[in-house]
Antibody, heavy 123, light 112 residues
């Protein structure tokens, strides 16, 4: 069974760092893109980061570029989102989602999502 | 950034009815390679989003054939024929043609 499990969320002060993890199982992690999507309380979805299967290329929107770093350790079947200089507007549920490389020419095709990790940035 | 405008914001339905959700883009979603990267996701209450449709009209594996995606250019529609209880939730369109990728604000499919 394909499974993604996020961890590492919590309450942090503005300006603090936080690192989320996404543990993958049930599929070949090294053949998949890893994406991070967030959802502020009561709001819609926002894409925040993606990394290609071998970890050589990363992508971010301007809202997090320079503050967030996405990475993956294929040997550990785990992806990460390092978030630095956190702001109150980063408060959200953070989901990791995979894109099977089979679909890499078809868009993001995020067919499996974790249950989310809650991040609250507040003083 | 590309803005995806979804209408209606909420769609009250009776079970067994057809529902239709519109997603209009602020610019064409046709990529330079000729593909149109428009996807649809459903977030059921208390759950993570799930993939329904990719590249406008391709139903993902296991998605019932009552979900039909259509459209072109900057105008897209998701139709759900014969709405069932498990179809209720918030539907999001998502574009991956232009950087950065963006989601629509969502359409809530709810019971009348």
């Amino acid at each position: 069974e394909v499974q993604l499990v996020e961890s590492g969320g919590g309450l942090v002060q503005p300006g603090s760092p936080l690192k989320l993890s996404c543990a993958a199982s049930g599929f070949t992690f090294s053949s998949n893109w890893l994406n991070w999507i967030r959802q502020a309380p009561g709001k819609g979805l926002e894409w925040v980061a993606s990394i290609n299967p071998d970890g050589s290329s990363t992508y971010y929107p301007d809202t997090v570029k320079g503050r967030f770093v996405v990475s993956k350790d294929n040997a550990k079947n785990t992806g990460y989102l390092q978030m630095n200089n956190l702001r109150s507007e980063d408060t959200a549920m953070y989901y990791c989602a995979r894109t099977d490389d089979y679909y890499s020419g078809d868009g993001y095709v995020m067919d499996a999502w974790g249950q989310g990790a809650s991040v609250t940035v507040s003083s | 950034d590309v803005v995806l405008t979804q209408t209606p914001v909420a769609q009250p339905v009776t079970l067994g009815d057809q529902a239709s959700i519109s997603c209009r883009s602020s610019q064409s979603l046709v990529h330079s390679n000729g593909n149109t990267y428009l996807e649809w996701y459903l977030q059921k209450p208390g759950q993570s989003p799930q993939l329904l449709i990719y590249k406008v009209s391709n139903r993902f594996s296991g998605v019932p054939d009552r979900f039909i995606g259509s459209g072109s250019g900057s105008d897209f529609t998701l139709k759900i024929s014969r709405v069932e209880p498990e179809d209720l939730g918030v539907y999001y369109c998502f574009q991956a043609t232009h950087d950065p990728n963006t989601f629509g604000a969502g359409t809530k499919l709810e019971l009348k």
